[in-house]
Structure formats: C-alpha cells, structure tokens
C-alpha cells in the first residue's frame, strides 16, 4: 500500500514526514527511487535543522540529483494538499500582484527598480535555479558507471560508541566515493548496527577494497568489527 503524506510543506506535514523517516532512509525500498523525487519536488524548501531526520533525507536527495540521478522505480506515493514544485515553478516564483505591479510603475519612472519577483535575493535565485535544474535532471537519462550500495557496519560489543564508530567510517573520504544516510539497527543483547548507505563512482571505487583496506583496518578496526553489503544496485 502507497504511503501518503499531507501538506508537506505545513509543520504538522513536515513533522510526519520527519517521524516517518526515523527508522527509514528512503520514501520506499533500500534506495532512492521515483517515490522520493515525488515528495521532494513537494517541498517548497528544505527542511529546518529541527526537523533532523526530514533534513537529512532531503540533503541525501538533494546530493543525488546532483551527482548520479534516481532510477529505482518506487512502490508508490500520494501527497496531498500541496502543489509539486515544478521546473518552471522552482526556477520562477510566482509575479506579484498585476494590478499592484502597474500602478508600482506608474509610480516610478525607473524601471530597473520594479521588482516583479517581490524580495527574491541573489541567493534565493541561485537556489532555485540549481532545484530546478536537479528537478530536471532527474527525468533524464542517467549517466552509467555509478552504483548506490548499503553496508551493514557491525561493531565489537555493546560497549562500542555507535557515534565514534560513525564518525570513523565517514572519515574516510576518497574520489568517487560519497556517504548518505545512516541509521542504527538493533542486532541483539543490547547491540546495535550501523546502517549506511553509499554512491560510488565504479571505475574509482571497489566496495571490496574499501571494507578490506579502510574500513576493517586501523584506526578504524578498534570500533569496527565487520562490515557486510546488504545491498548494490546500479544507478
């Protein structure tokens, strides 16, 4: 069954989808597909940092667009009450007023200093532009070479601190090589997993030699025990 989601861009819609996204990293599945394209292109901006797991999912998405793409086909989902932000809507925000920009005009000769666009900044213009150009992208036919893998990081004990454990996985930074959302899930006897997911340029980057030669080795190795790949597709 479709998840649904309600004015997304309301704090009561936006809290639902932050309690939804607690224990997942994605709208459906075990990557990004066409299901979180559609509740990105929802919201109108991203989310607060109070909304933590909301925030993280969407800079996930966001990254994605930008880099490789969404192609996993989704299990379906509804929004209501909001608008999708389209290409045109996301690169051009709404005129003003007609009536209010004509007699705007009325009132001063200089035209440079009618601004049909209301407080838009430079920045805000930037932001837009680079949405809708990920918008965009994201219908068009994505680039090969490029893979999203989901890794189970396993820990030695339940005294093992799960958010240094984290921090030395993502200390390793390589070409190619870029980090999404985590999360940690209950293995037993008080022990837990980290959960992350993974983009990976293929040419650049073998899963096998980053679990082999970073992750499991030291400094890294005093937290990690082992690491498995739950999942690896193709994008």
Request: aromatic share 8%.
């Amino acid at each position: 069954m479709a998840v649904a989601f309600h004015n997304l861009n309301s704090d009561s819609g936006l809290k639902k989808l932050d309690e939804y996204l607690l224990t997942r990293s994605y709208i459906s599945g075990y990557q990004a597909s066409k299901d979180d394209i559609t509740v990105y292109s929802y919201l109108a901006k991203a989310p607060s940092a109070e909304y933590v797991n909301a925030s993280r999912w969407y800079k996930h998405i966001d990254a994605l667009l930008r880099i490789s793409g969404v192609s996993g086909e989704g299990a379906g989902v509804t929004v209501e009450g909001s608008a999708p932000i389209t290409e045109e809507a996301v690169a051009t925000p709404p005129a003003a007023d007609t009536k209010a920009s004509a007699a705007e005009e009325e009132d001063d000769d200089d035209d440079d200093d009618v601004d049909l666009f209301g407080e838009e900044t430079e920045e805000e213009k930037k932001a837009a532009e680079e949405r809708a150009a990920a918008v965009k992208a994201s219908g068009k036919k994505k680039e090969s070479g490029k893979s999203s893998v989901l890794l189970d990081v396993k820990p030695w004990d339940d005294e093992t601190d799960m958010k240094k454990l984290e921090e030395a996985v993502r200390s390793v930074q390589m070409e190619g090589l870029t980090y999404g959302a985590s999360k940690l899930v209950p293995v037993g006897y008080g022990i837990k997993k980290l959960q992350i997911m993974l983009t990976i340029v293929d040419d650049l980057v073998s899963v096998d030699d980053l679990i082999e030669n970073y992750f499991t080795v030291e400094p890294i190795n005093e937290y990690v025990q082992s690491c498995d790949i739950v999942a690896f597709n193709k994008i």
